[in-house]
C-alpha cells in the first residue's frame, strides 16, 4: 500500500518568507507527528495530532511556526518569516494508532538563502 | 532529561565481517524502543519494537536485544547494501514522540 506521502521534497526560500509543507499519512492513521532533521543528526520532535487535535507542540521551536490538520488526515506545518536556522529536512510521520510505531514520509528538504 | 546516546558514530565493516551497534538510554520511564535505518536523501525505515528487557527481534541478518540501560543492533555477515544510517530511538512513558540518538553510520565494502 502507499506509505507516508510529503511535498515538495525540495523547497528554497528566501529569507522572510513563508512556506507551507504537506504530508499525507497512511491511510486510516489517526496518529501523525512532525521532525525536525539537522544535517548529521537525529530527527526532532516538533509537534503530534491524533486525529484533528494537536496535544503536543512542545517541540516547535518558535510562534513562527505553526502545524494544523484540519479533517485528520492530511496536515500542513507552516513557517512564518523563515530564517536561515529554519535550513533543515522536515519529516511527517504517521502510526495507526497511540503507542504503535511509526512510518516516515521521504521529507521536505528546506533551504532558507 | 531523556537522552538516546548510539555508539559508534561510524563504523566501516568489511563483507561478511559481523558487528553491533550500541544504543544507550537514560529515560523516566521507557514505552518502546525503536530502529529504525535511513538512507541517504530518504526518511527512516522502521526497522524493529522492543518493549522489554530480555526481548529479541530479528529481520533477515539484523538481530535487536534490549536491556535496561541498552539496546544493540547486531548484524550478521553483512552485505554492501545494509550499508546505511541506524537510528535509535525512545518512546517515553507519558509522550507519544520519538527521541533520537544521532545514529551509526554503516559503511559495508565487498
Same mark, same amino acid.
Given at each position: ?113 | ?8 558514530? =561510524?563504523?566501516?565493516?568489511? %563483507?561478511? @565481517? ?9 529515560? !523516566?520511564? #521507557? ?21 522489554? =528487557?530480555?526481548?529479541?527481534? %530479528?529481520? @533477515? ?9 541498552? !539496546?544493540? #543492533? ?37
Amino acid at each position: 500500500g502507499a506509505g507516508v506521502s510529503q511535498s515538495p521534497r525540495y523547497k528554497v526560500a528566501k529569507r522572510g518568507q513563508d512556506v507551507a509543507l504537506r504530508c499525507d499519512p497512511i491511510s486510516g492513521h489517526v496518529s501523525l507527528f512532525w521532525y525536525q532533521q539537522a544535517l548529521g543528526q537525529g530527527p526532532e520532535f516538533l509537534t503530534y495530532f491524533q486525529n484533528e487535535a494537536q496535544l503536543d507542540k512542545s517541540g516547535l521551536p518558535s510562534d513562527r511556526f505553526f502545524a494544523e490538520r484540519p479533517e485528520g488526515s492530511v496536515s500542513t506545518l507552516k513557517i512564518q518569516r523563515t530564517q536561515q536556522e529554519d535550513s533543515a529536512v522536515y519529516l511527517c510521520a504517521s502510526s495507526l494508532e497511540r503507542e504503535y510505531e511509526q512510518y516516515f514520509g521521504p521529507g521536505t528538504r528546506l533551504t532558507v538563502t | 532529561e531523556d537522552q538516546v546516546t548510539q555508539s559508534p558514530e =561510524a563504523l566501516r565493516l568489511q %563483507e561478511g @565481517e559481523s558487528s553491533s551497534l550500541n544504543c544507550s538510554y537514560t529515560v !523516566s520511564g #521507557l514505552r518502546g524502543l525503536f530502529w529504525y535505518r535511513q538512507d541517504p536523501g530518504k526518511g527512516p525505515e522502521f526497522l524493529f519494537t522492543l518493549y522489554s =528487557a530480555g526481548e529479541e527481534k %530479528e529481520k @533477515e541478518r539484523l538481530k535487536a536485544t534490549l536491556t535496561k540501560k541498552e !539496546s544493540f #543492533l547486531h548484524i550478521t555477515a553483512p552485505k554492501p547494501e545494509d550499508s546505511a544510517t541506524y537510528l535509535c530511538a525512545v518512546r517515553v512513558t507519558g509522550f507519544q514522540k520519538l527521541v533520537f540518538g544521532t545514529g551509526t553510520r554503516l559503511l559495508v565494502s565487498p
